[in-house]
T-cell receptor
Framework: AQSVTQLGSHVSVSEGALVLLRCNYSSSVPPYLFWYVQYPNQGLQLLLKYTTGATLVKGINGFEAEFKKSETSFHLTKPSAHMSDAAEYFCAVSDIGTNAGKSTFGDGTTLTVKP | DTGVSQDPRHKITKRGQNVTFRCDPISEHNRLYWYRQTLGQGPEFLTYFQNEAQLEKSRLLSDRFSAERPKGSFSTLEIQRTEQGDSAMYLC????????????FGPGTRLTVT
């Protein structure tokens, strides 16, 4: 069984500050890992993904995440927060390879950006 | 590519009534997923299809829930004899097989059971 733990249900940063959202996963097989963003009353939008290869992945809107197998982590970062980054962020894991089907999501982290 | 669409966006129903939601995936995607999301939680997997075949169904899904994808295109999710606990956002997503696993989500259908 797979699981995802997002540490901190709420994170607040000042505009221009570093954003760090934490995600740890559990998987019995090499995982695919994802970060999604959700704005109010909208569906989820993919920010970035890790499948294989380079462990530092870059996504949209200046976000990046690093896959650390030894720590079973996939933390999301952005060097400088913008007001428009305020949203809810979800980390997800799914099975690798041909059985890549359902995703298991964390409970989300709400990011607040203060002016 | 117009993205994943869901209809209706909002549904208010009385306890005991049946409701049906529709999802139209991205046209070239052969996988389609249904999730349920409640306030303060991440999406919870309900079921998924590859083409018209329903490949997996969550054990948490009661017999009151049924989903179909008859021609491998759009899908419907029906909830019979709704309960207040069914109030949630129902999300549909689609993906292309072997394309890397990322799913493209629709805007969701918010169900309120009174």
């Amino acid at each position: 069984a797979q699981s995802v733990t997002q540490l901190g249900s709420h994170v607040s940063v000042s505009e221009g500050a570093l954003v760090l959202l934490r995600c740890n996963y559990s998987s019995s097989v090499p995982p695919y890992l994802f970060w999604y963003v959700q704005y109010p009353n909208q569906g989820l939008q993919l920010l970035l993904k890790y499948t294989t290869g380079a462990t530092l992945v870059k996504g949209i809107n200046g976000f990046e995440a690093e896959f650390k197998k030894s720590e079973t982590s996939f933390h999301l970062t952005k060097p400088s927060a913008h007001m428009s980054d305020a949203a809810e962020y979800f980390c997800a894991v799914s099975d690798i390879g041909t059985n890549a089907g359902k995703s298991t999501f964390g409970d989300g982290t709400t990011l607040t950006v203060k002016p | 590519d117009t993205g994943v669409s869901q209809d209706p966006r909002h549904k208010i129903t009385k306890r005991g009534q049946n409701v049906t939601f529709r999802c139209d995936p991205i046209s070239e995607h052969n996988r389609l997923y249904w999730y349920r999301q409640t306030l303060g939680q991440g999406p919870e997997f309900l079921t998924y299809f590859q083409n018209e075949a329903q490949l997996e169904k969550s054990r948490l899904l009661s017999d009151r829930f049924s989903a179909e994808r008859p021609k491998g295109s759009f899908s419907t999710l029906e909830i019979q004899r709704t309960e207040q606990g069914d109030s949630a956002m129902y999300l549909c997503a689609s993906s292309a097989f072997l394309a890397g696993g990322e799913q493209y989500f629709g805007p969701g259908t918010r169900l309120t059971v009174t």
